[in-house]
């Protein structure tokens, strides 16, 4: 139980497959980090986020945490944007939660689960707050989909409405938010339309993403 040789194998063979497609990869990957996309994303272990884009090692900045949650006293998670933003001048910040998220179904739900019930404070008051759009979905499933684009879009406003990402629109910087869901069931990613390019969008954005279903 003291090694995992499976795993520590499974990194000998890749970094060799990687190299004799590449032979300078690793070289050049440990010059510098040029990423264009910051993704907040769920730990969830089926939602990896180079996988899910497509992309390779270096391409995508990440910050991942339990129901991809954007909290303004969440230093851990505000450090990475600062990073992304200011010092990585990535382009765009992509908030993705995934359909059948355990937090956000917890959070849907009432039960007393110890230290986690913090944290799913932040989605029980995005539940509160669209209660009214949830209760058509009343017992179907399609409650937890939606509560689950709703926690997305609500967390593009959490990052649009930072000093950080304030004050890199303020000075010109181009950056766009965009809020994107994923399905586990087909590996497929859904635009949730909350993208937002500038403080002037963030109204019009967030009421259309949030309206009820029609």
Avoid at 149 to 172: D, F, K, Y
Avoid at 191 to 213: C, F, H, K
Wanted: aromatic residues 8%; negative net charge; charged residues 15%.
């Amino acid at each position: 139980m003291r090694q995992i040789p499976e795993l520590i194998e499974n990194n000998r063979q890749w970094a060799q497959g990687v190299t004799q497609q590449e032979p300078q990869f690793f070289q050049n990957l440990a010059q510098h980090q040029q990423p264009e996309f910051l993704w907040i994303g769920c730990s969830d272990s089926r939602v990896p986020a180079n996988q899910v884009l497509g992309v390779a090692p270096g391409e995508v900045f990440v910050h991942r945490n339990i129901a991809n949650v954007v909290a303004h006293t969440d230093f851990n998670c505000l450090s990475v944007i600062e990073y992304a933003v200011a010092v990585l001048q990535v382009k765009h910040i992509i908030v993705c939660g995934h359909y059948g998220c355990g937090g956000v179904q917890a959070a849907s739900q009432n039960h007393h689960l110890g230290l986690i019930d913090n944290w799913l404070r932040h989605i029980r008051d995005v539940r509160q707050k669209h209660e009214s759009i949830l209760q058509m979905f009343d017992n179907d499933p399609r409650r937890l989909d939606r509560l689950c684009e709703l926690n997305v879009v609500e967390q593009v406003n959490n990052v649009c409405h930072t000093t950080i990402v304030q004050a890199a629109w303020e000075r010109g910087q181009q950056l766009a938010v965009h809020g994107w869901i994923y399905r586990i069931q087909d590996g497929m990613i859904h635009d949730l339309n909350a993208t937002i390019t500038g403080p002037a969008e963030i109204a019009e954005a967030y009421r259309v993403a949030t309206a009820a279903p029609t």
